[in-house]
């Protein structure tokens, strides 16, 4: 009964090949959130989607794209990955902004 | 400035010993706290949450935590620690006047000895 599904769990991408991350949901939540979390430390938001609307963090890299087609879909575009990209990627919902975020399991990316 | 601090980096218990877990934020509005878990290479696991109402929380695997407005804390507690609650855990703050952020704490990492 998996409601927030990312794929894959792992991902390797060679330095400056584009990836991109998937994320699903069966929640049918508005607001869907992309977190990079490197190791030992904290998620960092790098943006979210309410609804078709995208918001990106100030601080989030050009580098980082996304993408929601549809309320099920968001997807992380990746377009020139570096080492320093190489961390675990966090997708989450939430009904509305003050609700509960739900968590997918993560992608783990390595890059060579 | 909004922050959420997690004193303590690395905690050890044995199993069946009390826990608690400490975290502090500042905030200028009502805040709306939550803990997760997260077992090693997975995602985020929502223990409890705390909106308004009654101050103690009961989540998820035995956890509860507590609010107490006037020392800004939200310590998660569990009486008796089995060995598959070694893990890391967050503390995480949100406001109304702040949106969608959720800020986490920095995280503890729970050790359970035999």
């Known amino acids: 009964d998996a409601m927030v599904i990312q794929n894959p769990r792992y991902q390797v991408t060679q330095f400056g090949k584009p990836v991109t991350l998937s994320c699903s949901q069966t929640?049918?939540?508005?607001?869907m959130y992309w977190y990079q979390q490197k190791s030992s430390q904290a998620p960092k938001l790098l943006f979210h989607?309410?609804?078709?609307?995208?918001?990106n963090e100030a601080d989030t890299p050009d580098n980082f794209q996304s993408r929601r087609p549809n309320t099920s879909f968001c997807f992380l575009d990746i377009r020139s990955p570096g080492l320093g990209d190489a961390a675990m990627y966090l997708c989450?919902?939430?009904?509305?902004?003050?609700?509960?975020?739900?968590f997918g399991p993560g992608t783990r990316l390595t890059v060579l | 400035a909004q922050s959420v601090t997690q004193p303590d980096i690395h905690i050890t218990v044995s199993e069946g010993a009390s826990l608690e877990l400490r975290c502090n934020y500042s905030?200028?509005?009502?805040?709306?706290l939550f803990w997760y878990v997260q077992s090693p290479g997975q995602g985020l696991q929502l223990l409890l949450k705390?909106?308004?109402?009654?101050?103690l929380v009961q989540g998820i695997k035995g956890f509860e935590a507590e609010f107490k407005r006037s020392q800004s804390s939200f310590n998660l507690r569990k009486p008796s620690v089995h060995w598959s609650d070694a893990a890391e855990y967050f503390c995480?703050?949100?406001?109304?006047?702040?949106?969608?952020?959720?800020?986490f704490g920095k995280g503890t990492s729970l050790l359970v000895t035999p």
């Open positions: 989450a919902t939430s009904r509305d902004h003050t609700d509960t975020q739900y």
């Open positions: 905030y200028g509005a009502t805040p709306y």
């Open positions: 995480a703050v949100g406001a109304a006047n702040s949106g969608y952020a959720l800020n």
């Open positions: 929640l049918n939540h508005n607001v």
């Open positions: 989607y309410y609804d078709k609307d995208f918001n």
């Open positions: 705390y909106f308004s109402g009654d101050t």
